[in-house]
């Protein structure tokens, strides 16, 4: 069997993630994950412009959210949907991180464990794929992915100095035909 993406970044350390974790990032093929979420984006208008650049969700509390994967061993593509509001990324393997594009934006994620859980932190920032961003700009930006009440739950962080809080959602998902991840 081909490692999956996830595999192949974390490589032994991926076995020691919560079974909710592995279970999210060992399929491969098309499938969907549900769940709730809730979604707060920041206020100033550097703020709304850098969320619309990005195409991330407007604030909403406690919606319905879905997570349409199609993945191989080389890339993978999130649509998801958060109470019928699309974001869309891609993600692949890059000089052993993992980069992904989100809207007009691109990032590349250093990937580690600590205990159960997986952390992604932003090390690059590209608008347009080509222009960078400063690096002190990646310093807010965050991902936890871990599991709590059987199901696997991620919450995400992304503040810029001088733009303050550009969105922080968070939530749980578990596979959809209902069953739980473990």
Same mark, same amino acid.
């Given at each position: 069997?081909?490692?999956? &993406?996830?595999?192949r970044l974390?490589?032994?350390?991926?076995?020691?993630?919560?079974?909710?974790?592995?279970?999210?990032?060992? %399929?491969?093929?098309?499938? +969907?994950?549900?769940?709730?979420?809730?979604?707060?984006?920041?206020?100033?208008?550097?703020?709304?412009?850098?969320?619309? +650049?990005?195409?991330?969700?407007?604030? !909403?509390?406690?919606?319905?959210?879905?997570?349409?994967?199609?993945?191989?061993?080389?890339?993978?593509?999130?649509?998801?949907?958060?109470?019928? +509001?699309? !974001?869309?990324?891609? &993600?692949?393997?890059?000089a052993g991180?993992? #980069?992904?594009? &989100?809207? &007009?934006?691109?990032?590349?994620?250093? $990937?580690?464990?600590?205990? /159960?859980?997986? #952390?992604? +932190? /932003?090390?690059?920032?590209?608008? $347009?794929?080509?222009?960078?961003?400063? /690096?002190?700009?990646?310093?807010?930006?965050?991902?936890?992915?871990? /599991?709590?009440?059987?199901?696997y739950c991620?919450?995400?962080?992304?503040?810029?100095?001088?733009?303050? %809080?550009?969105?922080?959602?968070?939530?749980?998902?578990?596979?959809?035909?209902?069953?739980?991840?473990?």
């Amino acid at each position: 069997m081909t490692p999956t &993406l996830f595999q192949r970044l974390l490589g032994a350390e991926f076995y020691h993630l919560s079974p909710q974790v592995k279970a999210l990032h060992s %399929q491969s093929g098309q499938f +969907v994950w549900r769940g709730l979420s809730t979604i707060e984006r920041g206020n100033g208008l550097l703020a709304r412009l850098a969320c619309s +650049v990005a195409r991330l969700p407007p604030s !909403m509390r406690e919606v319905p959210v879905s997570v349409a994967f199609t993945c191989d061993n080389a890339r993978e593509t999130w649509q998801r949907s958060f109470n019928g +509001v699309p !974001m869309y990324s891609r &993600l692949a393997l890059d000089a052993g991180r993992l #980069h992904e594009r &989100l809207g &007009l934006m691109s990032f590349r994620f250093r $990937l580690y464990r600590i205990g /159960a859980d997986l #952390h992604w +932190v /932003a090390e690059e920032a590209k608008f $347009l794929g080509l222009i960078p961003l400063p /690096a002190f700009w990646c310093e807010g930006m965050r991902c936890r992915e871990f /599991a709590s009440d059987g199901r696997y739950c991620f919450m995400v962080e992304a503040r810029l100095p001088w733009f303050g %809080q550009l969105i922080h959602y968070q939530g749980w998902l578990m596979p959809d035909d209902g069953k739980p991840a473990d």
